[in-house]
Nanobody, 122 residues
Framework: QVQLVESGGGLVQAGGSLRLSCAASGSATSINTMRWYRQAPGKEREFVASMPTGGATTYSNAVKGRFTISRDGAKNTVYLQMNSLKPEDTAVYYC????????????????WGQGTQVTVSS
């Protein structure tokens, strides 16, 4: 299994920027895709961005052009650079990773972090 720990959330004014980080730890695992989701109060969790290993990034329409997802393979860390933040970006942001264990029984995993709060004031 992979453990994910997010950081970097906080309070920012509209138009500002924040960078979220998500560090993955765990032995004998191979991560395929890392993603960011968010959940605003009273709403369902929604997809924000994804970055598969060696693949193309994908963004939701709500954040396209403002957010950038990136990965540091050596550090097993995924980042979410958030620019031009809007009050509607206020949510708890969750990191997600899927992949496979590299030792028998080669189980697949799908792990989530605990979330980090992002609040954008108007």
């Amino acid at each position: 299994q992979v453990q994910l720990v997010e950081s970097g959330g906080g309070l920012v004014q509209a138009g500002g920027s924040l960078r979220l980080s998500c560090a993955a730890s765990g032995s004998a695992t191979s991560i395929n895709t890392m993603r960011w989701y968010r959940q605003a109060p009273g709403k369902e969790r929604e997809f924000v961005a994804s970055m598969p290993t060696g693949g193309a990034t994908t963004y939701s329409n709500a954040v396209k052009g403002r957010f950038t997802i990136s990965r540091d393979g050596a550090k097993n860390t995924v980042y979410l650079q958030m620019n031009s933040l809007k009050p509607e970006d206020t949510a708890v942001y969750y990191c997600n990773a899927d992949g496979i264990e590299t030792m028998r029984p080669y189980r697949r995993f799908d792990s989530w972090g605990q979330g980090t709060q992002v609040t954008v004031s108007s």
